[in-house]
């Protein structure tokens, strides 16, 4: 197959002019579920370039930002990435919200986690509405809301009818990524019986049966997976009252965040945590209820003509096939997990992530727009007619 990558994608891919955009996007506070700032520059770069720009309001969060881009009959291919970001932390040695580069680094909070991606996704999707010859299909940039706590922009794009063939997140990951581990959260809910603290015996101590319930976790299996680690985190234990009382507690609560790997459900979890419960013997009762976020694993195989067709377009830029990671749970766990999309996660270099100076490697940006434009003039390539008429789809071929 001739290479259809000619000049004018190449100017595309500007990384000066992705570090520029970068910087814009840095310069809105976009908190998770204050994000109204950064979504709304975002949606007025896409109107100052002529593309549209759909807002559509997510229940508990601000709004999502679209923009569909059609070129005749094809399959469809999200570009998606997140428009939140952590907190700020201490530790800063420049303002977190005015970009500042050196050399080849542009230091700002959620520069690489992930505004460089959105802007390589932006760039990528100017540049396939530009330039139209040589592709067919649709295009659909999304930026959505909440990634960094419930991830309620996915899930409402996807409640929302989403319709794709094929995914990148666009998270920065210089190593693509094939796959990840899914989370389960799991409130356990403790009941025992209140006594005078001066006399335990008449009480059943929910506190310490609690306790016996978390010692014992370590000694159970984890589900087990050829490229992903599955684990467990016990993230509270609480029990008694707040303020001093000699009462035997009555009740306590845990709460176990487990992570999963593909073949485990949260009710295979909830299963676990409660034979786990019926092997103490206790005294107390235990309740089991699974509590949002939940994240089912994903994983997209690496022969997939999608993964592919990524593996084409990273080669042809990188000189190398890719080496495929697999990393922690995220938006991508909706869209693939959830949702079925063929998903690659993937996005430019950058390293202090949820740290202070956070910072991306700015000639990823530019490399990061090629591989996507690569990877979509590809899947969106014009299908030959066959003697019936028949065309054979970039995702399939």
């Given at each position: 197959?001739?290479?259809?990558?000619?000049?004018?994608?190449?100017?595309?891919?500007?990384?000066?002019?992705?570090?520029?955009?970068?910087?814009?996007?840095?310069?809105?506070?976009?908190?998770?579920?204050?994000?109204?700032?950064?979504?709304?520059?975002?949606?007025?770069?896409?109107?100052?370039?002529?593309?549209?720009?759909?807002?559509?309001?997510?229940?508990?969060?601000?709004?999502?930002?679209?923009?569909?881009?059609?070129?005749?009959?094809?399959?469809?291919?999200?570009?998606?990435?997140?428009?939140?970001?952590?907190?700020?932390?201490?530790?800063?040695?420049?303002?977190?919200?005015?970009?500042?580069?050196?050399?080849?680094?542009?230091?700002g909070l959620g520069a690489c986690d992930m505004k460089a991606g959105l802007a390589a996704a932006l760039l990528?999707?100017?540049?396939?509405?530009?330039?139209?010859?040589?592709?067919?299909?649709?295009?659909?940039?999304?930026?959505?809301?909440?990634?960094?706590?419930?991830?309620?922009?996915?899930?409402?794009?996807?409640?929302?009818?989403?319709?794709?063939?094929?995914?990148?997140?666009?998270?920065?990951?210089?190593?693509?990524?094939?796959?990840?581990?899914?989370?389960?959260?799991?409130?356990?809910?403790?009941?025992?019986?209140?006594?005078?603290?001066?006399?335990?015996?008449?009480?059943?101590?929910?506190?310490?049966?609690?306790?016996?319930?978390?010692?014992?976790?370590?000694?159970?299996?984890?589900?087990?997976?050829?490229?992903?680690?599955?684990?467990?985190?016990?993230?509270?234990?609480?029990?008694?009252?707040?303020?001093?009382?000699?009462?035997?507690?009555?009740?306590?609560?845990?709460?176990?965040?487990?992570?999963?790997?593909?073949?485990?459900?949260?009710?295979?979890?909830?299963?676990?945590?409660?034979?786990?419960?019926?092997?103490?013997?206790?005294?107390?009762?235990?309740?089991?209820?699974?509590?949002?976020?939940?994240?089912?694993?994903?994983?997209?195989?690496?022969?997939?003509?999608?993964?592919?067709?990524?593996?084409?377009?990273?080669?042809?830029?990188?000189?190398?096939?890719?080496?495929?990671?697999?990393?922690?749970?995220?938006?991508?766990?909706?869209?693939?997990?959830?949702?079925?999309?063929?998903?690659?996660?993937?996005?430019?270099?950058?390293?202090?992530?949820?740290?202070?100076?956070?910072?991306?490697?700015?000639?990823?940006?530019?490399?990061?727009?090629?591989?996507?434009?690569?990877?979509?003039?590809?899947?969106?390539?014009?299908?030959?007619?066959?003697?019936?008429?028949?065309?054979?789809?970039?995702?399939?071929?």
């Amino acid at each position: 197959m001739d290479d259809p990558f000619d000049a004018r994608w190449l100017a595309a891919a500007d990384p000066d002019e992705g570090a520029a955009l970068t910087a814009r996007l840095v310069a809105h506070r976009g908190y998770s579920g204050e994000e109204s700032a950064v979504q709304a520059a975002i949606a007025s770069w896409l109107v100052e370039h002529g593309l549209p720009a759909e807002l559509r309001p997510v229940d508990g969060a601000s709004a999502n930002v679209l923009a569909r881009i059609e070129n005749g009959p094809g399959p469809t291919l999200l570009l998606t990435g997140h428009a939140d970001t952590v907190p700020a932390v201490e530790g800063w040695t420049s303002d977190p919200w005015r970009a500042r580069r050196e050399g080849d680094r542009l230091y700002g909070l959620g520069a690489c986690d992930m505004k460089a991606g959105l802007a390589a996704a932006l760039l990528a999707t100017r540049a396939l509405a530009r330039h139209r010859a040589g592709w067919r299909g649709t295009v659909l940039f999304a930026s959505v809301v909440d990634e960094e706590a419930y991830s309620l922009g996915a899930r409402a794009l996807i409640a929302g009818g989403l319709r794709a063939d094929a995914c990148v997140v666009a998270e920065s990951s210089w190593r693509p990524c094939l796959g990840a581990v899914g989370k389960v959260l799991t409130r356990v809910d403790v009941e025992g019986r209140a006594a005078h603290a001066s006399w335990p015996e008449g009480g059943v101590n929910a506190a310490v049966e609690a306790a016996r319930f978390v010692a014992g976790l370590d000694a159970l299996p984890l589900g087990i997976h050829p490229r992903m680690a599955a684990s467990r985190c016990v993230l509270a234990l609480r029990g008694g009252e707040d303020r001093y009382a000699m009462t035997v507690p009555e009740r306590a609560r845990v709460l176990v965040s487990r992570m999963t790997v593909p073949g485990e459900t949260g009710e295979d979890i909830v299963a676990e945590l409660g034979a786990h419960a019926a092997s103490l013997n206790s005294p107390a009762r235990f309740a089991f209820a699974l509590e949002p976020p939940f994240y089912p694993p994903w994983e997209t195989a690496p022969d997939h003509p999608f993964a592919a067709a990524f593996a084409r377009a990273y080669a042809a830029e990188t000189g190398a096939a890719p080496s495929w990671a697999y990393t922690g749970f995220g938006d991508a766990n909706l869209f693939a997990g959830d949702h079925g999309l063929p998903t690659v996660h993937f996005g430019p270099h950058g390293a202090n992530f949820h740290q202070a100076d956070e910072w991306v490697d700015v000639p990823t940006i530019g490399a990061t727009i090629r591989i996507l434009l690569r990877l979509a003039l590809d899947i969106l390539a014009p299908e030959p007619e066959s003697a019936s008429g028949d065309g054979v789809s970039g995702l399939t071929r």
